[in-house]
């Protein structure tokens, strides 16, 4: 839910109009990642059901569409997709489901 958020804002700030808010936003991202790391390493090592995973990313744009209008439809949709391509990253979904 945040990664989208925060993607939508990043996008917004694009047009260069309030620099230092664009790049503490950027900086807050790459934070996030270490986060988003440690998510997965926790699931790789619990092991969780596939029916959990499919859950799991089934429940990504939901999440992501919680921000409303203030994140587009295609954020959502890539949003879920990164979800996706993570967890087929750390080896606990097939990649062809990531795709």
Same mark, same amino acid.
């Given at each position: 839910?945040?990664d989208?958020?925060q993607? #939508?804002?990043?996008?917004?700030? %694009?047009?260069? %109009?309030? &620099? ?13 990642? !270490? ?5 997965? +390493?926790? $699931?790789?090592? #619990?092991?969780p059901? &596939?029916? $959990?995973?499919?859950?799991?990313? #089934?429940? =990504?744009?939901? =999440? =992501?569409? %919680? !921000?409303?209008?203030?994140v &587009? &439809? ?6 879920? +997709?990164?979800?996706a ?11 062809? %489901? =990531? #795709?």
């Amino acid at each position: 839910m945040f990664d989208a958020g925060q993607r #939508a804002l990043l996008d917004d700030l %694009a047009d260069g %109009a309030l &620099p230092g808010v664009r790049e503490g936003v950027r900086r807050v991202e790459l934070d996030e990642r !270490w986060h988003i790391g440690f998510g997965l +390493r926790c $699931l790789i090592e #619990a092991q969780p059901s &596939p029916d $959990l995973l499919d859950d799991l990313l #089934a429940r =990504a744009e939901d =999440a =992501a569409a %919680a !921000w409303g209008d203030a994140v &587009p &439809p295609a954020t959502r949709k890539r949003t879920a +997709r990164t979800c996706a391509r993570r967890l087929s990253a750390a080896g606990l979904i097939d990649a062809r %489901a =990531a #795709a």
